[in-house]
């Protein structure tokens, strides 16, 4: 029977094995827990025939079982991919078709919705969001959750069991094909960014740079930050995103939070709320690292106002995660053209193209994108750049149109051709308007037809046409879409103009 795999990434969780890795409803779990766990649900994952480069979906919110099985799969030497469930089906099953997993880890939760057409209605209902695991038949299914009582689907806990048997490591190659992260996709093909573990632990390193402070206690509730935080030495609490403001602050203190991780979108809500009731963020928060989107001056201010620690800017992108990072108080003082987002780390190399887009590569950059066979030297970031007379990076804007929600970036090119095949509508636009008081962007759908708005959104919120939950646009509004040059392009200039003129933004 095949071994199970050695890696520099397993180190990292074992430096400190009695450290707290996860904080969860009160509950604390150690590294040498997780390295126990993980360890034996490897040796049966192997012995259930799970081989060496198989792919595997994780669809599972971040915990305890969510741990174990993403170490244990780097144990077992498989391709993972944290392909997100909360969005339109249309979307979700394009990426699970293209990237044809072998084993999926699925919450039984997702499973239920996907059974039971009037559970989903209800949850519908309730919550507004089109949520559940496509049915997928090639592969094999492992059902996960604390009360799992689904029948006909084989369940974690069987998997979990403390097994007497040994398999002995072998050595596994850092630079092969680890991880797929999907990006909001392209209009012809989904974006899966491929890395291997080695360009994950040469950004671990530079995160390292960041974050300098000892025993730092961070809070999320995505996946990927979890699994960032704890490899950093970092303990991580799990929080509810959908808390209110007033709690998280409580949370934020309760916890003895040390550190924060957030793009501005998530950060306004906490900032407009200590600005009204003329408080300030917990004292034991000592550091915010912002990111996943762009950082203008005036969040900077109102961040001022709340809050007196250590702000980092950090500027990456899935395809490279840290590029540069810049204090956020010299971010505030820079008066100059662009986005001023600091100097480039050791083995970042980037240069600028004759158009001004900025060029890429690094020890950290992906590997290639899943549906392609390999990737060009220089990855071409879509960000325009210029570099400043002290070796500085600025950002002058994007060079194609894309809309930057939070922390992801919405292609409209993905999303218009799903609209456009809902009867009763001849054209649909996807535009997005910056807006400075929630320091992020509006999402505006122009459309041309019969249909009219409160239709059209409940065909884009649910059902065969549904985008994702984070696509979904916050106005509609019927307009004639002008188009205008030779090439009849759409005039997006009128288009966000009449925009804001109608919904006031």
Known sequence: MEGLYKSELLKLLNKSPDGIALIDKGFSYQNNELEILSQNLAVSLRKAGLKSNDRVVLAHAPNKDFLTIFFSLIKCGAIISLIDPEMGMQNYEQKLK??????????????????????????????GKQLYFPKYSKSRIISCGKNNFLLGTEKLKHFLKPSKDKLNFQENRDEKEFLVIYTSGTLSEPKGVVHSKKNLINSLHSLKKILTEEDQRGVTHLPHFVLLGIMSSVTISLWDQHLKVEKKLRFIKDEQITTLFNPPAELTPLIDHCLAKNIRFPSNLKHIIIGAAPVLISFLKSLRKVYFGRITCAYGMIENPIITYIDGDKKLAYKGKGDIVGKLLPNIQLKIA?????????????????????????????DLGTFLKDG???????????????????????YEPIINQIKGVKEAVMIGIYNHKKNDEYIVLAFEGDINEKDLMEKVSFGKYSLDKRAIPDFIFKTKILHKGRQLKVDFEKLRTDASKQFGI
Not at 111 to 121: A, E, Q, V
């Open 392 to 414: 500085q990076l600025a950002l002058l804007g994007r060079k194609k149109n894309v809309i930057v929600r939070t922390s992801l970036n919405i292609y409209p090119g993905l």
């Open 354 to 382: 004759k158009d001004d887009e900025i060029l890429l590569h690094s020890n950290q950059i992906y590997l290639r994108y899943w549906h392609q066979t390999k990737r060009g030297k220089w990855h071409e970031t879509g």
């Open 98 to 127: 293209q990237f044809d997993p072998h084993w999926c880890f699925v919450d039984h939760r997702l499973i239920l919705l996907r059974k039971y057409l009037i559970l989903r209605w209800l949850y519908y209902k309730k919550t």
